[in-house]
């Protein structure tokens, strides 16, 4: 074809002959002289070009593919520098490998256009994937805004993520622990930028092979790693206006050549935002519903923000079959906010009793750390050892100062100020064996980490006169944790059915001291615990139509350290907030059974038991003060039913939409027994739009129903609508995307709160409505690849292997 050589498609039976019961099939890619080609993408199509798998080789130029559906399929081979390849493999399939010789590219040739498509979700047995680079509608938003539009994930007012109505999330950082508690993982996540993440996994029931930690399942965010050869990259701006402005650049570079493959992503964010909270809170006489008195506190928080975030690496191929790789990665954020939060006390009637007008301010400066390495080597096509260890030191300086008023009756004034500085450091390694026998295939491995936590809370008190130490709410807290792992999952194929089972053991121990003062004796306290982990997968597909699976196991969850401290944190005059030392981890069993038609429509009917569930416990002392808290209640079942549909009614539309609904009950003591049962559902609805010339559109949206995630808490209905619009430009090397997001301002956070006594309406609202505007321009010079648009589904222009 003109310039260049007309690539060869070689396909070479096997040993033996590969029947529809075979459970994997290979793609081997060599080039001229039969070498072999690592980091080529092989993608697996129907033959309406949806994409059903997708693999880069290894260093032996293999990719493998596993539980392939019963039909006729394409195996598209594509490389930078070398031309394409499309082959049919049609069912039955009589092969199990498939040799792929690749040619390389006329570099006279001013450019080749690869073209790829990914749906916005994908479902699969074991996991949803959501790739949200393709949608056009996050431009501009961080990842935890990214996260809470995203199929059967809700985020609470305190940021705690929930997974199909159910809390108790292990988020990973590309396959990473995060190790980081509710509140600290929001303000990680609220400074990144989407433009940095390819994907999201959402894994209801894990295998063995991943920690077990999240009783909901697990939610790996993978951030975009460019494995084309050459020099490329991308740089990405984006600006916001909603109440205040925001805005966030991101650029991404990678270099490839060689035995070589170096990568750098850097990420900076400023925003401005407000909260504004109305909490109404009325208190009863003693076990009557008679009204004794009303506590109205209207606040309005503003704050700015600036977040650096590099992740940078060099991974090494120190020979054909060992591969040895290091990444740095690093986070400095700066926050500083102040509020306004009048406290009205009113009689029954609504008179005002008395008027304390409190003013606050607050400052939070977090730097992260860390570096990893990774070590894989193949044995051979069956066997392959990887080993990882990671080291993460956060540092967290955070300052608290409070001013209270009294305007209404008298006058007085008091005030206090707060250093709570916050150091954390994760240490961790692990290592996995593979070995691929004939019809089975086994996995092992090991996992150790170490964590270390130093909290210093300072507090002084000012009653008007002069400041002093507030010795009973200053303390000094230590904690030391170990975790140590070990694992084994063997899975198989036999006719139509495939098979999974694991077991997982973990052992935990954690030492805690309070170092005391003049007024706080020291305390100390430890524990140890261990527990076996089993989980279950098993398929049948029936015919190429439907496919039956099931899953089982057993998790945990850990309380956050910080969470254990028992340091008093001020919220308002009227509000603390305290950690648990006695604290215990909660543990869940899950069962699902799924169908999946024509992959089309996945129907799953799960039911879950947590004993010793976390709740939030809202105890409410005599002068009318809320202790927030933490522990432990009685047991929490979950029968849930979810709908997936993935379809495509045009050639230019494809929809997601995705329903959860969960009947939940509730049951524990705190200080009497208590019990709640509710109904809820989530409904999640995406559309991508590809039209000609470059342009693409995207309408998704999502509405949580009345819901309930603590015994005593009720949340409102809520929810959101996005829509944008996206054009390719600059001969295909850039895009330019406006979207505008929660266009009718309903993505709120309010409800009822039930105390002993008492009762507490409240409604919190943020800079939510934004509209957005961005520009993404790809450059490099290596072989000169051009990309043509597929539209939004694709992020309009996707490089090869990117992500």
């Known amino acids: 074809m003109g310039a260049f050589r007309l690539l060869v498609l070689m396909l070479i039976l096997t040993k033996t002959a590969y029947s529809q019961n075979t459970d994997f ?120 805004e990214a996260l809470e539009k995203l199929p059967g994930i809700t985020i609470d007012k305190n940021g705690n993520i929930n997974l199909k109505g159910r809390s108790g999330v292990l988020v990973m950082l590309d396959g990473k622990p995060t190790y980081l508690d509710g509140a600290s993982l929001a303000t990680l996540l609220g400074g990144m930028s989407a433009s ?49 402005p925001k805005g966030n650049t991101n650029l991404s570079m990678n270099y490839k050549a060689g035995r070589w493959n170096l990568f750098l992503n850097y990420g900076f964010n400023a925003n401005e935002y407000f909260t504004r909270i109305y909490a109404l809170r009325t208190y009863f006489e003693s076990g009557t519903n008679t009204t004794k008195s009303l506590l109205e506190q209207p606040s309005f928080l503003r704050g700015n923000s600036t977040t650096n975030n590099l992740r940078t690496g060099i991974d090494y191929n120190l020979t054909e079959n060992t591969t040895l790789g290091v990444t740095i990665n690093g986070v400095i954020m700066h926050r500083h906010g102040s509020s306004n939060n009048p406290a009205l006390w009113m009689k029954p009637d609504r008179q005002l009793d008395s008027l304390i007008n409190t003013t606050s301010s607050n400052t939070t400066n977090w730097k992260n750390a860390g570096a990893a390495f990774h070590f894989r080597h193949s044995f051979d096509a069956s066997r392959e050892l990887t080993t990882d260890a990671d080291y993460n030191r956060y540092t967290i300086g955070a300052s608290q100062n409070f001013e209270n008023v009294s305007v209404f009756p008298g006058s007085y004034r008091e005030a206090s100020s707060a250093q709570i500085p916050n150091e954390i450091r994760i240490l961790s390694g692990k290592a996995d064996y593979t070995q691929q026998f004939k019809d089975v295939k086994l996995e092992t491995g090991w996992k150790s980490s170490n964590i270390q936590t130093d909290n210093l809370a300072d507090y002084l008190f000012n009653d008007g006169m002069r400041w002093r130490q507030d010795l009973g709410k200053s303390n000094h807290f230590l904690y030391n944790e170990d975790i140590h792992a070990f694992y084994g999952s063997a899975q198989g194929k036999i006719n139509r059915w495939s098979l999974q089972g694991g077991l997982r053991y973990e052992m935990t121990s954690y030492d805690a001291k309070q170092l005391g003062n003049a007024a706080v004796k020291d305390s100390s306290f430890s524990r140890n615990y261990s527990g076996l982990f089993p989980s279950l997968f098993l398929t049948f597909e029936k015919d190429s139509i439907n496919t039956f699976s099931f899953s089982a196991g057993r998790r945990i969850d850990r309380p956050a350290f910080q969470k254990l401290n028992p340091f008093i944190f001020i919220i308002n005059k009227y509000t603390f907030q305290q950690g648990n030392p006695y604290y215990r981890p909660q543990f869940t069993w899950n069962m699902e059974f799924s169908h999946l038609y024509k992959n089309l429509i996945t129907t799953s009917l799960s039911y879950s038991l947590t004993t010793d569930y976390f709740s939030q416990v809202f105890p409410i002392d005599r002068n009318g003060i809320v202790l927030y808290t933490e522990g432990n209640l009685g047991k929490l079942h979950n029968l849930g039913l979810s709908v997936g549909l993935n379809h495509s009614p045009q050639k230019w539309w494809t929809l997601s939409l995705q329903t959860v609904l969960n009947r939940k009950k509730m049951e524990g003591i705190i200080s009497r027994p208590l019990s709640a049962t509710i109904t809820q559902y989530n409904i999640n609805l995406n559309n991508q739009f590809r039209f000609k010339k470059g342009w693409g559109g995207e309408i998704s949206g999502f509405y949580n129903s009345r819901s309930q995630h603590d015994i005593q808490e009720v949340v409102d209905p809520s929810g959101q609508l996005s829509m944008g619009v996206s054009k390719t430009v600059l001969d295909n090397a850039g895009t330019i995307k406006i979207a505008v997001r929660d266009i009718f301002y309903t993505n709120w956070i309010k409800g009822l709160t039930q105390f002993d006594n008492a009762t507490e309406y409240f409604k919190l609202t943020r800079d939510t409505r934004v509209f957005n505007i961005s520009f993404s321009w790809r450059f490099g010079k290596a072989f000169k690849t051009q990309k043509r648009s597929e539209g939004a589904s694709r992020d309009e222009i996707q490089r090869v292997g990117n992500g």
């Open 196 to 244: 940095q993440i390819s994907q999201v996994e959402l894994m209801d029931n894990p295998p063995a092979k991943f920690d077990a930690a999240g009783n909901a399942g697990i939610i790996n965010i993978k951030t975009k790693k460019n494995i084309q050869r050459g020099f490329n990259g991308t740089l990405t701006n984006a600006y916001g206006q909603g109440f205040y």
């Open 25 to 144: 099939f290979v793609v081997k890619v060599v080039g001229t002289q039969q070498k072999t080609l690592s980091s080529a993408t092989v993608e697996l199509l129907r033959t309406d070009g949806s994409l059903v798998k997708v693999a880069i080789t290894d260093s032996l130029g293999l990719a493998r593919f596993e539980k392939l559906p019963a039909q006729n399929l394409l195996v598209q081979v594509t490389m930078t520098g070398f031309a394409p390849q499309t082959a049919k493999l049609d069912f039955p399939r009589k092969i199990k490998e498939l040799l792929v010789v690749l040619l390389v590219v006329d570099r006279t040739m001013e450019s080749v256009v690869v073209v790829t498509k990914k749906n916005f979700i994908e479902q699969h047995p074991d996991k949803t994937v959501i790739n949200l680079e393709a949608g056009i509608a996050n431009v501009g938003t961080t990842v935890l």
